[in-house]
């Protein structure tokens, strides 16, 4: 690994992938002016995230890309080596490769098989290193992670860890895991508007509630079957935190104290882009540490 890995926050911009290839590229251009410096893309759409990775990276004179996380059932090892470390080649310093095993329904949906998840990640590691040998520098890379097992191959086979849907008590036990080198990087779901929009928050968090490995993770944390029926008021409060200052500041600071190194902002329920770039205008992130 060459590089380094972001600090202090980034954003969760699955909604550029609702924009066209232009407006999307302006939109990354309005959010570096913004202040923003990472931004995290996903593979759960039907575009690719290395191809929108570099258009961004182009439009952009400092911006980090953070893909969290490329799915090891879109591409073989040795196309994964090619595309990292040619945008690793191209903007040093500013790619960071997130890699994970989805979900069964999302695998099975790509004809790929979901069989010892583990095993196939530490596998395609290994068959990475292989591939990239000495010719070609891979960038920072992290997994996503939500079990214990996961965890301990992230903090031993690459450069940290990424989780999603998770509550800080995650975080503090997979900074308990993997000691203090390992980046760990979780997702906060920051929760817009008042009551209204309850509803609608908990119709989102039910589609993740729906995902076996979400469920499996909560569980580990005291969370039940009722919890998850209804998204729970303890669950939401749990996953989400009010988009209000006192309440995101805090909620960073409980991540911080708990062992992230970067905290990834997620504006929930995913809004239109207009308002995401509406709120990182109007100062989205203040609450973090001025080395963001």
């Known amino acids: 690994m060459t590089g380094t890995l972001p600090t202090g926050i980034g954003l969760w911009a699955g909604f550029l992938d609702q924009l066209p290839a232009a407006e999307a590229i302006a939109a990354v251009r309005d959010l570096e002016k913004a202040g923003i410096t990472t931004i995290w893309l996903q593979e759960y759409s039907s575009l690719d995230p290395f191809v929108r990775a570099a258009l961004y990276l182009q439009a952009t004179e400092r911006l980090t890309v953070a893909l969290g996380v490329a799915t090891i059932h879109a591409r073989d090892p040795r196309a994964m080596v090619g595309a990292a470390a040619t945008l690793h080649e ?37 068959a990475m290193d292989t591939a990239a040998g000495h010719r070609n520098p891979l960038p920072p890379r992290f997994l996503g992670a939500l079990g214990p097992k996961m965890i301990e191959l ?76 209804t998204a729970s008021d303890a669950l939401v409060d749990a996953l989400a935190v009010p988009d209000e200052p006192a309440a995101l500041r805090a909620r960073l600071d409980d991540q911080r104290a708990a062992g992230a190194d970067h905290v990834v902002l997620q504006l929930v329920p995913p809004p239109p882009a207009a308002r995401v770039l509406d709120r990182v205008a109007e100062g989205l992130g203040t609450a973090a540490p001025s080395n963001t």
């Open 90 to 126: 191209a903007f040093p310093g500013r790619f960071a490769l997130g890699l994970g095993t989805s979900h069964r329904h999302l695998a099975e949906a790509r004809g790929s098989t979901y069989a010892k998840p583990l095993t196939a990640l530490r596998d395609y590691l290994a």
């Open 154 to 229: 992230a903090g031993t086979a690459t450069d940290g860890l990424h989780t999603y849907f998770c509550p800080v008590a995650h975080t503090a036990a997979a900074r308990a895991a993997v000691g203090a080198g390992p980046w760990i990087a979780p997702s906060q779901m920051v929760a817009l508007g008042a009551t209204e929009t309850t509803d609608e928050l908990r119709r989102y968090l039910g589609l993740c509630l729906g995902m076996p490995n979400y469920r499996a993770n909560l569980a580990r944390y005291g969370f039940t079957d009722a919890d998850f029926a």
